[in-house]
């Protein structure tokens, strides 16, 4: 196990926001598992008409507890979080529907999933059939935004967007 950790501490860290759609070099296999290389992740949030005046540090400080003030400090000073895509000083007041984004890496360590092939079954213009692995969750979703079904028809087909994906039960060998 810690050889397993110390291998992970080792890999390369990228970012990663909802524009950017996994790649095949995102993913590591090991013994039959699919693990998801580490990643920062863009939280996006747009200023609520509640949050305008504040000043940046102040509104996460009040609005988002989990963290201490001088996390936002720090966050802030050093560019993970940011307003309309660019660095601001801690004094930055904030704007109705400004867009305010948060580089967060400490909950990005997705779970592994079975490192089983998502098979295409069958594809036309408008829609695609699947055998979806028992293991792996179709849609990102809680701490899942690779290790899916969405995520990994993206890196290894490069088939982005997808939308609206149904279950089907049952498959005809």
């Known amino acids: 196990m810690k050889r397993q950790r110390d291998e992970q501490e080792k890999m390369d860290i990228v970012w990663q926001t909802p524009a950017n759609p996994p790649q095949r070099h995102d993913y590591i296999f090991r013994d039959g598992i699919r693990y998801v290389r580490p990643y920062y992740f863009e939280f ?7 949050w305008a005046g504040k000043t940046i540090v102040d509104l996460f400080a009040e609005e988002f ?13 050093a560019g993970r979080i940011q307003v309309d895509g660019q660095i601001v000083p801690v004094s930055y007041v ?8 948060h580089f967060l890496h400490s909950c990005r360590h997705e779970p592994p999933v079975m490192a089983l092939n998502v098979e295409i079954l069958h594809q036309e213009s408008d ?4 055998c979806k692995p028992a293991s792996v969750p179709v849609h990102p979703c809680g701490q899942y935004r690779k290790n899916t079904v969405v995520g990994i ?8 967007p997808l939308f609206r994906i149904l279950p089907l039960f049952g498959r005809d060998e």
């Open 44 to 50: 996006i949030s747009h200023a609520k008409n509640r």
């Open 153 to 160: 028809l993206q890196a290894e087909y490069d088939l982005a």
């Open 65 to 77: 507890k989990g963290r201490p003030h001088d996390y936002y400090v720090s966050a802030v000073k």
């Open 127 to 130: 829609v695609l059939t699947v």
């Open 94 to 101: 904030v704007q109705p529907s400004q867009k305010i984004s």
